[in-house]
């Protein structure tokens, strides 16, 4: 077998892997609760790629801050957690639409070079995320939005069973991966970290013999 042709069956393990679907990790922070109403401040998102060995990694990650969009609902409460000051004058910020645009494109654009038909979310209460992706989505009017539209891996239920806990910086801990609380709460820090907590969780199963099943 050529190295070209070497490379190209390792990158298609992923495909293998999942079922055709390429995982990307993603954290959002927001105003508030509520993905119709209240404004997507960040996002972070970690493409994962899987080597010859079957070993998932982190491939490529992407960040950036969000302008609040038109009539979009802020809670003094989410500022104060997360820390977040969306007027900042040296905030550097970008139109919602503008931003998940090139998210999409990027993810697309890393789906076909995984051989992958779709993508699925990873996230930590991956419910809450995916309910904003669709709705910038939708209020958007983006076309080709990559992921699924309700498939997802939550790594809250996904920690609960590995390690018993469910608190992202409890997780982490739990499976020896250091956390800085002071740096939480950021949707860089918070994706890079679910991430590595997402592919620790995996290669551990594999280690086991879970997969593949040969």
């Known amino acids: 077998m050529s190295d070209d ?3 190209e069956s390792s990158r298609s393990l992923i495909a293998e892997r999942f079922r055709g679907y390429l995982p990307v990790v993603v954290d ?3 105003g508030g609760f509520n993905a119709k109403t209240d404004a997507i401040l960040e996002i972070g998102a970690v493409i994962l790629g899987m080597d010859e060995y079957g070993t998932l990694a982190e491939e490529q990650s ?3 801050r969000i302008k609040p ?7 003094d409460a989410a500022l104060k957690f997360t820390g977040i000051d969306p007027w900042h004058p040296l905030r550097v910020a970008r139109s919602e639409h503008e931003v998940f645009q ?3 494109r990027i993810i697309r654009k890393a789906m076909k070079a995984n051989h992958c038909k779709r993508a699925v979310l990873v996230a930590h209460n991956a419910h809450f995320d995916h309910g904003f992706i669709n709705a910038a ?3 958007q009017e983006l076309k080709r939005n990559p992921f699924h539209p309700f498939s997802s891996f939550d790594t809250a239920t996904l920690s609960g069973l590995a390690y018993g806990q469910t608190v992202l910086a409890r997780a982490c801990e739990a499976a020896g991966i250091n956390f800085d609380s002071r740096e939480a709460h950021s949707a860089r820090y918070d994706a890079e970290k679910t991430a590595e907590l997402f592919c620790g969780i995996v290669n551990r199963w ?3 013999g ?3 099943p040969y």
Do not use: Q
């Open 69 to 75: 969009f038109e009539g979009s609902n802020i809670e």
């Open 206 to 208: 594999r280690d086991m």
């Open 28 to 30: 959002i922070e927001c």
């Open 5 to 7: 042709r070497e490379y």
């Open 102 to 104: 090139e998210l999409f």
């Open 210 to 212: 879970g997969w593949p």
């Open 137 to 139: 989505t939708e209020r």
């Open 62 to 64: 992407y960040f950036h």
